[in-house]
């Protein structure tokens, strides 16, 4: 399985030193990838992780203050990278044609783009979940071809259980990832929205993902071996 560890806005310079010493320290037959805050990844220094990066420019380069172009990415060896992530549409407006272009600049410099969709609870309870993804998915890979289109790594991220701690049932995570499946057959499929070593023995009943997108967890490492050790039971 793909485990991906988002640490988000987290961790400074000292912290970031002492949480890799941990991670150096796990043992597991998944895959995993760390993707820390972009100031960390010029010191990434483990080999039992791949580089990720949570965010990329749209661009290609110039005058674009603050922004990291997949280019810049690519020379530090990053081989991974998050792009619509719930956070980043909603608190900087990030559209889904922002998002398209991004996933062009990564795939042009061949970084795997990580693509987050996730309904919010109100669309959930008014039964819009799957034309919202649908939506989602089909606009972020608009122009693709299908080599592109079969090398991004779909997270499904239902954005009302983001940090809240609640789950959805399997019933409706088979729902979701078999529809996803319907539409990239050959694609990898995580799941992310409060995974945690609690609730990873239901979601390991179900048989359609692919993988773990971990957000509060990919910090807390004692609790993240327990959570690969249940995987691989």
């Given at each position: 399985?793909?485990?991906?560890?988002?640490?988000?806005?987290?961790?400074?310079?000292?912290?970031?030193?002492?949480?890799?010493?941990?991670?150096?320290?796990?043992?597991?037959?998944?895959?995993?990838?760390?993707?820390?805050?972009?100031?960390?990844?010029?010191?990434?220094?483990?080999?039992?992780?791949?580089?990720?990066?949570?965010?990329?420019?749209?661009?290609?380069?110039?005058?674009?203050?603050?922004?990291?172009?997949?280019?810049?990415?690519?020379?530090?060896?990053?081989?991974?990278?998050?792009?619509?992530?719930?956070?980043?549409?909603?608190?900087?407006?990030e559209t889904?044609?922002?998002?398209?272009?991004?996933?062009?600049q990564l795939?042009?410099?061949?970084?795997?783009?990580?693509?987050?969709?996730?309904?919010?609870?109100?669309?959930?309870?008014?039964?819009?979940?799957?034309?919202?993804?649908?939506?989602?998915?089909?606009?972020?890979?608009?122009?693709?071809?299908?080599?592109?289109?079969?090398?991004?790594?779909?997270?499904?991220?239902?954005?009302?259980?983001?940090?809240?701690?609640?789950?959805?049932?399997?019933?409706?995570?088979?729902?979701?990832?078999?529809?996803?499946?319907?539409?990239?057959?050959?694609?990898?499929?995580?799941?992310?929205?409060?995974?945690?070593?609690?609730?990873?023995?239901?979601?390991?009943?179900?048989?359609?993902?692919d993988g773990?997108?971990?957000?509060?967890?990919?910090?807390?490492?004692?609790?993240?071996?327990?959570?690969?050790?249940?995987?691989?039971?």
């Open positions: 399985m793909i485990i991906a560890l988002n640490n988000k806005c987290n961790l400074d310079k000292e912290e970031f030193i002492n949480y890799q010493q941990e991670l150096a320290n796990i043992r597991t037959n998944h895959q995993l990838i760390l993707c820390p805050s972009s100031l960390h990844i010029a010191n990434f220094n483990l080999v039992n992780c791949d580089l990720g990066s949570q965010n990329v420019s749209k661009e290609e380069t110039g005058a674009h203050t603050g922004e990291i172009s997949a280019s810049q990415l690519k020379s530090f060896l990053v081989k991974y990278c998050i792009v619509g992530h719930s956070e980043r549409r909603q608190e900087l407006k889904s044609q922002d998002i398209n272009q991004k996933i062009k795939l042009k410099y061949e970084i795997i783009p990580i693509l987050c969709i996730g309904e919010t609870e109100s669309e959930r309870e008014l039964e819009k979940t799957m034309p919202v993804l649908e939506e989602e998915l089909l606009l972020a890979t608009k122009d693709l071809t299908k080599e592109q289109k079969d090398k991004i790594i779909i997270a499904y991220e239902p954005i009302w259980s983001i940090g809240t701690g609640k789950i959805p049932t399997i019933e409706q995570i088979e729902e979701v990832f078999t529809k996803i499946k319907s539409i990239f057959p050959d694609n990898k499929v995580l799941y992310g929205g409060s995974a945690n070593e609690k609730n990873i023995d239901t979601l390991h009943k179900c048989q359609k993902i773990y997108l971990l957000g509060g967890l990919s910090l807390k490492v004692s609790e993240l071996k327990i959570f690969l050790k249940k995987l691989e039971n």
